[in-house]
């Protein structure tokens, strides 16, 4: 597989790399990283609620990378299970411990255990904007149709 970026990683947890994973790629073709959960013991996330789940691991990526939390496909649909923040961003200059957001919209309580996978890591390269003032915009086909406006 190739790397193009080197993403420096320490463990803030003495579980990671022992009875924990360091976050991985479950294919060769992934996209994603898988992150586990560094607990002391299961907890159980009841319909309705949310929780910050500790990976045990804290991150430097090089400038101009951003690190992007997804859900994991499987427990959102099995179970419902989703990140409260939609996607959680983790900018260059953070270097705490990544912690994920989960939320329980399935009707059943979903136990976390301890070394359980509980979204994904995507790195991806950032743009910043300058922002220009103008007083109009130049116009466009669509104009300011909004939701529903380009059809079905």
Known sequence: MKYDIT??????????GD???YPFYATEGA????????????IVLEPGARVQ???GI?????????ALLFPRSGNAWRSGITL?????????????????LLTNLGDKPFPVRPGDRVAQMVFLPVLQARLNLVDELESTERGS???????R
């Open 7 to 16: 993403v420096d990683v320490t463990t803030v947890s003495d579980k990671v």
């Open 19 to 21: 009875t924990v994973q």
């Open 31 to 42: 996209a994603g990283m898988d992150l586990c959960a560094c607990l002391e013991q299961e």
């Open 53 to 55: 789940v500790p990976t």
């Open 58 to 66: 804290a991150i430097k990526m090089p400038p101009g990378v951003v």
């Open 84 to 100: 409260s923040n939609a996607v959680g961003v983790v900018d260059q200059d953070y270097i705490g411990e990544i912690k994920v």
């Open 145 to 151: 149709g909004g939701f529903g406006s380009t059809g």
